[in-house]
């Protein structure tokens, strides 16, 4: 059974950094693109960066570029996405998500609120 | 920036046949997925590449798309399909891009 958990969501304030990290099992992570999406309260989905199996090519959301970045570590199952410069904008609840050209399983998401 | 525009609701009656209609420039070119989200949970994916079902995915969700418009079409409407749908594609590239969602009330 596909798996994907993600933890790392906290309050921040504006101007802070975050990293948050997605566990993976049930399938060949190392085989897969990733992807993070986004949902901020009330609103719809926002795709925000997808990486490639091996992570040497990188997607990102002009909203975020520059200032997140996604990476994995194969040898651990695991998806990172390295947040700073947070605004309040930012705040969300952040899905990863298996899959390039589209998404098919996605995690339960974990809750980042930017705010002072 | 690409996008992709669908309707804010359609309301149905129990049985009554829904559409969610999903329109984009590349969609003549590129493929249409949609995700189901009920209240408080992750979406789920119930269409892939335009009219393909997931395995578990009732045969009364199907999907369609001609043009710059995709169709995801609820046959019989239940209780139970009460959610936002959201279509996704890409651009010209790789990057992903969401509708804005459209809330399905049945009732």
């Known amino acids: 059974e596909v798996q994907l958990v993600e933890s790392g969501g906290a309050l921040v304030q504006p101007g802070g950094s975050l990293r948050l990290s997605c566990a993976a099992s049930?399938?060949?992570?190392?085989?897969?693109?990733m992807t993070w999406v986004r949902q901020a309260p009330g609103k719809g989905l926002e795709w925000v960066a997808t990486?490639?199996?091996?992570?040497?090519?990188?997607y990102y959301v002009d909203s975020v570029k520059g200032r997140f970045t996604a990476s994995r570590d194969n040898a651990k199952n695991s998806l990172f996405l390295e947040m700073n410069s947070l605004r309040g904008d930012d705040t969300a609840v952040y899905y990863c998500?298996?899959?390039?050209?589209?998404?098919?399983?996605w995690g339960q998401g974990t809750l980042v609120t930017v705010s002072s | 920036s690409y996008e992709l525009t669908q309707p804010p609701s359609v309301s149905v009656s129990p049985g009554q046949t829904a559409r969610i209609t999903c329109s984009g420039d590349?969609?003549?070119?590129?493929?249409a997925y949609w995700y189901q989200q009920k209240s408080g949970q992750a979406p789920v994916l119930v269409i892939y590449?335009?009219?393909k079902r997931p395995s578990g995915i009732p045969e009364r969700v199907s999907g369609s798309s001609s043009g710059t418009m995709a169709t995801l079409t609820i046959s019989g409407a239940q209780v139970e399909d009460e959610a936002d749908y959201y279509c996704?594609?890409?651009?010209?590239?790789?990057?992903?891009?969401f509708g804005g969602g459209t809330k399905l009330t049945v009732l």
């Open positions: 590349a969609l003549p070119k590129k493929y």
């Open positions: 996704y594609s890409s651009d010209s590239g790789i990057n992903g891009v």
């Open positions: 998500a298996r899959g390039m050209r589209y998404p098919d399983y």
């Open positions: 990486i490639k199996e091996e992570g040497s090519e990188k």
């Open positions: 590449e335009d009219s």
């Open positions: 049930g399938f060949t992570f190392n085989k897969y693109w």
